[in-house]
C-alpha cells in the first residue's frame, strides 16, 4: 500500500470518529444540545445537566436514539472518573434492542465498549448494593442485550419460551415459586410442572459459564445459582422433549443480525468463580 493510500485510510478513520451533532438527532428529535451538555460535564459535575442528558440520551431510562449511541465515546473517556457516565452508557447500551441502526453504531465504537465492560467488571469485583443492575449493564456490553433485558435476580423470574419441537409456549419460573417448566392457564396457573435440570457447572457453555463464573467470583450465589438453571434443561410438559432454555430463549429474543456482534474475548476469573449453593425449593 503506497504511503498516500495509507494516509488518506487513516484520515477516513479519524473522520469517522468525529461526529457530526449538527445530524445526530436525541430523543426530543433536537439536534446540537447533547454536545453542549456534554461540554459542561466534561467541565465540572454539574447535576442538571446530567438531569438533562438522560433525558435526551435515555429517556425514562429506555428509549435511546442515534445521539446516545454518538455519545457513548465520550462517556466512555469519563466514565473512569465519573459514575454516572458509566451507568448512563450502560443504560444506552442495554437498548440496543430498541434501536434499529445500534449494531452499526455499536460497531463504530468497539474500543469505547472494551473501555466500559473492564470498567463495569471492576466495580462488580467490589461487591455494589446494585450488583444486578451492573450485571445487566456487563451483559448489555459483552452483546448479549437480551440476556441484560430478562434477567432478573431470580428471586421470582418467569420466562416464556416457545418449545423448539411442537412449539408449545412454554412458562419457565426461577425463584421462589420453584424452578420448573409449566404450561400457564390464567386461572388455574402453572400445571403440569416440571423440575428444571440446571447444568453442571463445568459444563456450562458461553455466555452461560462466563455469566457463572462472574456471579460466582463475586459471590453473588442465587445468581449463579439461577443462571445454572437458564442454562440447563426444561421438559415442554405439552410433548414431552427436553430443550436447552437458554438457546430457545435466545432464538425468539435475540435477532440474528445482531448474534454477529458478541464480544469475542470473555474474561474469564482466575478462579473459575464459586459454586453455586442455593438449592432451588421444588414446587
Ligand atoms: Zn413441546
Redesign the pocket.
Known amino acids: 500500500m503506497s504511503l498516500f493510500r495509507l494516509a488518506a485510510g487513516l484520515q477516513e478513520q479519524l473522520n469517522a470518529l468525529v461526529t457530526d451533532w449538527t445530524r445526530v438527532v436525541d430523543a426530543h428529535g433536537a439536534v446540537g444540545r447533547v454536545p453542549l451538555l456534554l461540554d459542561r460535564v466534561e467541565r465540572e459535575e454539574v447535576p442538571e445537566a446530567w438531569e438533562e442528558l438522560w433525558d435526551r440520551l435515555c429517556l425514562h431510562g429506555e428509549t435511546v436514539s442515534a445521539a446516545s449511541f454518538a455519545a457513548l465515546p465520550r462517556l466512555a473517556a469519563l466514565a473512569s472518573t465519573s459514575a454516572q457516565a458509566l451507568e448512563l452508557a450502560g443504560a444506552i447500551v442495554r437498548g440496543t434492542l430498541r434501536h434499529p441502526d445500534a449494531e452499526a453504531l455499536l460497531a463504530s465504537c468497539s474500543n469505547e465498549m472494551a473501555r466500559l465492560r473492564h470498567l463495569v467488571d471492576q466495580k462488580l469485583r467490589t461487591r455494589p448494593a446494585d450488583y444486578n443492575r451492573l450485571f445487566g449493564d456487563l451483559l448489555a456490553l459483552a452483546g448479549h442485550p437480551h440476556w441484560s433485558a430478562s434477567l432478573g435476580d431470580f428471586d421470582d423470574d418467569f420466562y416464556a419460551v416457545s418449545?423448539p419441537?411442537?412449539e408449545?409456549e412454554v412458562t419457565i419460573a426461577v425463584g421462589g415459586y420453584g424452578c420448573y417448566s409449566a404450561m400457564r392457564d390464567w386461572d388455574r396457573g402453572d400445571v403440569e410442572r416440571r423440575t428444571l435440570r440446571p447444568a453442571p457447572a463445568e459444563e456450562l457453555r458461553d455466555p452461560g459459564g462466563w455469566m457463572h463464573a462472574t456471579a460466582g467470583r463475586d459471590g453473588q450465589h442465587r445468581l449463579a445459582e439461577g443462571i445454572r438453571l437458564v442454562f440447563g434443561d426444561a421438559e415442554?410438559p405439552?410433548?414431552g422433549?427436553a430443550f436447552n432454555i437458554a438457546e430457545a430463549h435466545t432464538a425468539a429474543n435475540l435477532p440474528p443480525v445482531l448474534e454477529t456482534y458478541v464480544a469475542a474475548a470473555h474474561d474469564r476469573p482466575a478462579d473459575g468463580g464459586e459454586s453455586a449453593v442455593r438449592a432451588c425449593s421444588s414446587p
Open positions: 418449545c419441537h411442537c408449545a415442554c405439552a410433548c422433549t
